[in-house]
């Protein structure tokens, strides 16, 4: 398996709902991405888990709260958005913690709107 | 301030003939540059990389140069394809400070190449 996976593709969801997206990767990396990306804008960074602890946060509003079960496994819980939250989320996942040569391989993203 | 430049938001070309897509960063920290590839409502995927040691790294039709002094980099496509129509982003990385904290890239704004057949 050499993918990284994302669910669901779509989301829309109120001001007031609870939701999480879903991130998986079977290749045994070290490190976890979450970014965010506006239309026509470059991805930007909001979370690093390395080793299935949080090493960065980006600044992100305590709206968007990250969690990593198992090493394979990386969510965000998104609770009270806003309509400007809307965007891309796009998981990414890289063999090592750290170093050259440590591509990122991304998903395919979730599309949020949210209302 | 953005430390990864791409000044051109978009490039047409002939297919067959080569593309040139650039980058330009500030940081001199940066010591690990990437180039990636993406479609619409698709994921960025990896297609070359290069150290800061090196000055050309290259891979079947796709060639990254890097001038260390001018930071600037370049991916170089020969022969372009329809296929290889998409949004080019340009990203670069340097050793975090805090001991495996991960790989921060930071992207260029992104160059939209258009081949026409």
């Known amino acids: 398996d050499t993918e990284v996976t994302q669910t669901p593709k779509h989301l829309v969801m109120g001001m007031t709902n609870k939701k999480s997206l879903k991130c998986e990767q079977h290749?045994?990396?070290?490190?976890m991405y979450w970014y965010k990306q506006k239309a026509k804008k470059p991805p930007e960074l909001m979370f690093v888990?390395?080793?299935?602890?949080?090493?960065i946060n980006e600044s992100v509003p305590s709206r968007f709260s990250p969690e990593c079960p198992n090493s394979s496994l990386l969510n965000l819980h998104l609770h009270a958005l806003q309509p400007e939250d809307s965007a891309l989320y796009l998981c990414?996942?890289?063999?090592?913690?750290?170093?050259?040569?440590?591509?990122?391989?991304f998903g395919p993203g979730t599309r949020l709107t949210v209302l | 301030d953005q430390q990864v430049k791409q000044n051109s938001p978009s490039l047409s070309v002939q297919e067959g003939r080569i593309s040139i897509l650039n980058c330009d960063y500030t940081?001199?920290?940066?010591?690990?540059f990437l180039w990636y590839k993406k479609y619409p409502a698709e994921g960025p995927t990896f297609l070359i990389s290069?150290?800061?040691?090196?000055d050309k790294n290259e891979d079947g039709r796709f060639t990254v140069f890097l001038n260390k002094s001018a930071k600037h980099l370049s991916l170089h496509i020969v022969p372009s394809q329809p296929g290889d129509s998409a949004v080019y982003f340009c990203a670069a990385s340097y050793v975090h400070l805090i001991r495996n904290a991960g790989n921060m890239l930071t992207f260029g704004g992104g160059t939209r190449l258009m081949v026409k057949p």
């Open positions: 290749m045994g990396h070290r490190a």
């Open positions: 290069i150290s800061s040691i090196k």
């Open positions: 888990y390395s080793y299935e602890k949080l090493s």
């Open positions: 940081n001199s920290m940066f010591d690990y």
């Open positions: 990414a996942s890289s063999p090592h913690a750290s170093g050259a040569y440590n591509e990122q391989f």
